[in-house]
């Protein structure tokens, strides 16, 4: 059974960082796709990073490119996602996926985590 688990969530201040792991069972990321999804109230579903099955190849959205970084350890089947200059529009769920395709589309990633909520706020 595959399991994708988020954590590093939290209430931060703007300008602050956290990193957010997701730990994988059941597939191994070394061979997936893993992408971060996030989701504000009452807004669609969007992408914010994701890190190719090679580790060579990474993508990230515009509104987090230059302040995230996506990263995965295969030893520890285990994904990253560091986020620095943080801005209260970063409030959102974040969410850990895993595809056969890399790609920014949610539809093509098979699992999915339950999320972590990031809240910024002053």
């Known amino acids: 059974q595959v399991q994708l688990v988020e954590s590093g969530g939290g209430l931060m201040q703007p300008g602050g960082s956290l990193r957010l792991s997701c730990a994988a069972s059941?597939?191994?990321?070394?061979?997936?796709?893993m992408g971060w999804f996030r989701q504000a109230p009452g807004k669609a579903r969007e992408f914010v990073a994701y890190i190719s099955w090679t580790g060579g190849r990474v993508n990230y959205a515009d509104s987090v490119k230059g302040r995230v970084t996506i990263s995965k350890d295969n030893a520890k089947n285990t994904v990253f996602l560091q986020m620095n200059s943080l801005k209260p529009e970063d409030t959102a769920v974040y969410f850990c996926?895993?595809?056969?395709?890399?790609?920014?589309?949610?539809?093509?990633?098979?699992?999915w985590g339950r999320g972590t909520e990031v809240t910024v706020s002053s």
């Open positions: 059941g597939l191994s990321v070394s061979v997936y796709t």
């Open positions: 996926a895993a595809g056969r395709v890399t790609t920014i589309e949610a539809l093509q990633y098979n699992y």
